[in-house]
């Protein structure tokens, strides 16, 4: 019996502090397992940005113990599926790669309040995203 492949998808933004953390995040919680989740930034910040730990919180996720990380070709490269939101041209580019550019509002020097719309844009296109990539439920 082979083992299933599971996919893997890259989450970019420019520091890693907000959009990218939040997608990683819901795609984490809603697919366990079944997706191997990674997310960098070009520019990382040092810390993920306060706004965003709490809204995710609200919406039960804790990421209050992740940490920007910086985008690295290895991690384009061990990926299946790179999205992008807000990086430009950083984002290094191997063929064989899909990669979708979502548009979306940067949380960065924002409050809750205008976080949260953020928020759920992510979870509905993540839940969008892990429709499409179908992963078999674990056995």
């Known amino acids: 019996m082979s083992t ?3 996919p893997s998808v890259l ?6 502090a907000g959009r990218s953390q ?3 995040a819901f795609l984490t919680h809603l697919a366990g397992s079944r997706v191997q989740v990674r997310s960098a930034g070009s520019a990382p910040a040092d810390a ?3 706004a965003v730990v709490e809204a995710m919180a609200e919406a039960g996720i ?3 113990a992740e940490t920007p990380k910086v985008l690295t ?3 384009v490269q061990a990926s299946d599926v790179v999205i992008t939101m807000g990086c430009g041209d950083a984002c290094p580019y191997f063929p064989g790669k899909r990669y979708l550019d979502w548009t979306l509002t940067d949380p960065a020097g924002q409050g809750v309040a205008a976080v949260r719309p953020i928020r759920d844009e992510i ?3 993540i839940r969008g995203l892990l429709a499409e990539l ?3 439920a674990s056995a």
């Open 22 to 24: 939040m997608a990683a």
């Open 4 to 6: 299933p492949v599971v």
């Open 123 to 125: 979870e509905q296109r």
């Open 48 to 50: 993920v940005n306060p």
């Open 134 to 136: 179908d992963p078999p």
């Open 11 to 16: 989450f970019v933004c420019v520091h890693n």
């Open 73 to 75: 070709a290895e991690a």
């Open 62 to 64: 804790d990421i209050s």
